[in-house]
């Protein structure tokens, strides 16, 4: 109620002021009237009894006029109530005609009175009414913008969300792919390290085989020299059994065949292949002392290369000392030979 009030506070102001002033007519009037009636006739009617007629105090309205309402700014206004109907008054007497127009015109003032302050609080009414209104329709038009400021800030920072969830997303799915990626690189590697660690187990074990080979090779190959040694030393025995039997030129010549054999073989046996040597022939001249110690070397054409010339001095270097002579008969310092291995 009082913020009604509060809010009214021009229209409680006027209804104030409006029946204060009806009072003020109405005492006013109350009063005229009985001055006048005693003077007029105080002479001739000293006894009469002054009669006022005070309005119906019931029919004041001494409520405040409530506040009007946004829905009643709308509605139209209330017309004006309609004057009451005066009871028919007594015929007046003649000394009191002069009482009954001045309560006429007092009525009269009275009811324009109420007549303008109602027709201001109409308009204050009115004009509040429109304040009112213009009022609600700015605050509503606040209040629109004011939620299509506040969806389009949701709707900003919904997006601004989504925004920041997509690019969580596209880092969770860039690091995983790195991840991945990085695995795999990782794997690789491992893969490659172990294959080549395979590999390099394998080409070890394959240089150990041909290793292995090539010394069975070469253990055979002595072996086999030395069976030929043998025989051929057998053979020479058996020249020289022959040599003492009475063919001595032709034994000793059998038995220096037989021991420059025994030299070839020997140097051939002690020869490693270079890689790709095929058809191997080539003469040698080979100067040795008494005890068989080489003492030099000479290849009077190539052997087919100079690594494969180095093979065979190599060879007839580790053949050092060189198979003795059967005897000394036999025996010659410069021994002349075809390297040829592979007859």
């Not at 990782?186 to 292995?212: C, F, H, I, N």
């Not at 003795?324 to 021994?335: E, G, H, L, R, Y």
Request: some cysteine; hydrophobic content about 35%; glycine content about 4%.
């Amino acid at each position: 109620m009082f913020q009604k009030l509060k809010n009214n506070w021009r229209s409680v102001l006027l209804a104030v002021g409006l029946h204060a002033l009806i009072v003020v007519l109405l005492v006013f009037g109350v009063q005229f009237v009985s001055s006048s009636g005693s003077e007029g006739n105080q002479g001739k009617q000293e006894k009469r009894i002054v009669k006022a007629a005070v309005a119906n105090p019931e029919s004041v309205d001494t409520d405040m006029p409530e506040a009007i309402s946004p829905d009643a700014e709308k509605a139209e206004p209330e017309p004006p109530p309609e004057p009451e109907k005066a009871e028919p008054e007594p015929e007046p007497e003649p000394d009191q005609e002069a009482e009954a127009e001045q309560k006429k015109k007092a009525e009269a003032e009275r009811r324009q009175a109420e007549a303008e302050a109602e027709a201001r609080a109409k308009r204050e009414a009115e004009e509040k009414a429109a304040r009112e209104k213009a009022e609600a329709e700015r605050e509503a038009r606040e209040e629109a913008e004011r939620r299509a400021k506040a969806k389009a800030e949701a709707e900003a920072e919904r997006k601004a969300e989504a925004k920041a969830e997509a690019k969580a997303k596209a880092e969770a799915e860039a690091r995983r792919k790195a991840e991945a990626e990085e695995k795999r690189k990782a794997e690789e590697a491992a893969r490659k390290k172990a294959e080549a660690e395979r590999k390099a187990r394998e080409e070890a074990q394959r240089k150990a085989r041909e290793e292995a080979r090539r010394k069975e090779r070469e253990e055979a190959a002595r072996e086999k020299a030395e069976a030929a040694q043998r025989a051929r030393e057998q053979a020479l025995q058996d020249a020289l059994a022959q040599e003492s039997a009475g063919r001595q030129s032709a034994a000793n010549q059998r038995a220096q065949d037989a021991w420059t054999q025994a030299i070839k073989d020997k140097v051939e046996a002690n020869w490693i292949r270079p890689p790709g040597a095929r058809n191997i022939s080539c003469s040698v001249q080979v100067e040795q002392l008494p005890g068989g110690q080489v003492s030099d070397i000479e290849l009077r054409g190539s052997c087919g290369g100079a690594a494969v010339d180095r093979s065979v001095e190599r060879a007839i270097r580790k053949s050092d000392p060189l198979p003795k002579a059967p005897s000394d008969n036999v025996f010659q310092s410069t021994i002349n030979f075809t390297f040829e291995p592979d007859q």
